[in-house]
């Protein structure tokens, strides 16, 4: 069965920090770009971040450019999303995503397979 599984979302004090994982199974990464998305209640899934397959390239929506970093290790197949400097905007569900190629892009329908997601809410 092929699998993405998120991990590390929680609770977090504005300008805390965390470390979102993303760990396949059933299939490598090696041959995928990765996405990060994002959906806050009440608003429509948002693409984050994107990192090629061999890591070279990345992007970053304009709202959390020089506050995360997304990073992969395809040995452990698993993907990263640094987030630091948090803002109570950026409470949501995060969603890291799988596309067959050498890039991604910010489009979520491009996406082949998706995780199921995990919650990080930033209060004081």
């Known amino acids: 069965q092929l699998q993405l599984v998120e991990s590390g979302g929680g609770l977090v004090q504005p300008g805390g920090s965390l470390r979102l994982s993303c760990a396949a199974s059933?299939?490598?990464?090696?041959?995928?770009?990765i996405g990060w998305f994002r959906q806050a209640p009440g608003k429509e899934r948002e693409f984050v971040a994107r990192?090629?397959?061999?890591?070279?390239?990345?992007r970053y929506a304009d709202s959390v450019k020089g506050r995360f970093t997304i990073s992969r290790d395809n040995a452990k197949n698993t993907a990263y999303l640094q987030m630091n400097s948090l803002k109570p905007e950026d409470t949501a569900v995060y969603y890291c995503?799988?596309?067959?190629?050498?890039?991604?892009?910010?489009?979520?329908?491009?996406?082949?397979?998706w995780g199921q997601g995990t919650q990080v809410t930033v209060s004081s």
């Open positions: 059933g299939f490598t990464l090696d041959y995928y770009a």
């Open positions: 990192i090629s397959w061999n890591g070279g390239s990345t």
């Open positions: 995503a799988a596309r067959m190629g050498n890039v991604g892009t910010s489009i979520q329908y491009d996406y082949d397979y």
